[in-house]
């Protein structure tokens, strides 16, 4: 019986590199929010600011993003509950009109959260920005995070990797086809948090 060639061993272990290296984050990113991620307001321990992770407040088609919906009702539920003092309203604010954190602003004003105690970031234009922006540029050592459960985990593993105290309050998730679509590009986008924080990020 013939033994494997050089070449094709080499080709098996490189699969199962690249298997490992797609599957470890998967599971490395749920470990490091457990027993620190919360579905209610009231369950929440107190922090003085929530980290609000933004998204477009409108899809391509013209529809209201329910993730953005729902990220702005968990950071009112959670400063209505007492739960934190200052939003930190965190995304991609850019020239041409497109602005994350603005549109959380204008929403939750609407909403009768006093402006003086929202703040704005608008280079939060990763997730990574957003928690090393968090750390770096406003002091914070310890805050929640706000968004759906998918998200606020990543957030938190990145944020726990700089050795930063955080909990996250759960926004509803979004179900159905674009909810589908959402949890695929997070496969990837967990991935990329892994090599991030392995390249010091």
Known sequence: MKRGSPGGRWAVRGAGLLLAGALLPQVLVPLSARGRLFARPEDLPARQ???VLGTSDVLASGRPNR???YRIDAAEAAYRAGKVQVLLLSGEGRSDGYDEPGAMYRDLTARGVPSKR???DRS???TLDSVVRADEVFGLREFTVISQPFHNQRAMFLARARGLDVVGLNARDVTGRSGLKVQRREVLARVRAVLDVL???
């Open 67 to 69: 993730y953005y919906l």
């Open 118 to 120: 929202l703040l704005l």
């Open 49 to 51: 600011v929530g980290l």
């Open 124 to 126: 939060g234009l990763r």
């Open 199 to 201: 390249r010091g990020g």
